[in-house]
Nanobody, 118 residues
Framework: QVQFVESGGGLVQPGGSLRLSCAAS????????MGWYRQAPGKQRDVVAF???????GYIASVEGRFTISRDIAKNTVYLQMNSLKPEDAAVYYC????????????WGQGTQVTVSS
């Protein structure tokens, strides 16, 4: 299975921005899609954004217009640009490959912590 190393998290004030990166150990070009997920304390891990094999992107309603997912297939890397961050965006962020029904298919990495606080 493909493994992932997430980076780019940190502490940011409300309204600030972060750019997360996810480096995959293998090719991501054959995956049906790639997703960014997040897990806040006491909550389940949920998808935040995805990008399909064909470059179609999707977002949950709460981040639509603020987050942008992108990828560099040659580098096997996926990014998540996060703007106008809110305290409720605080969580550990993970990435993973996904199948056609958006089920995660790779091995979870350690994630990267995002903290939004003044």
């Amino acid at each position: 299975q493909v493994q992932f190393v997430e980076s780019g998290g940190g502490l940011v004030q409300p309204g600030g921005s972060l750019r997360l990166s996810c480096a995959a150990s293998g090719s991501i070009s054959s995956a049906d899609g790639m997703g960014w997920y997040r897990q806040a304390p006491g909550k389940q891990r949920d998808v935040v954004a995805f990008i399909s094999r064909y470059g179609v992107t999707g977002y949950i309603a709460s981040v639509e217009g603020r987050f942008t997912i992108s990828r560099d297939i040659a580098k096997n890397t996926v990014y998540l640009q996060m703007n106008s961050l809110k305290p409720e965006d605080a969580a550990v962020y993970y990435c993973n490959t996904m199948n056609h029904v958006r089920t995660p298919t790779g091995t979870w990495g350690q994630g990267t912590q995002v903290t939004v606080s003044s």
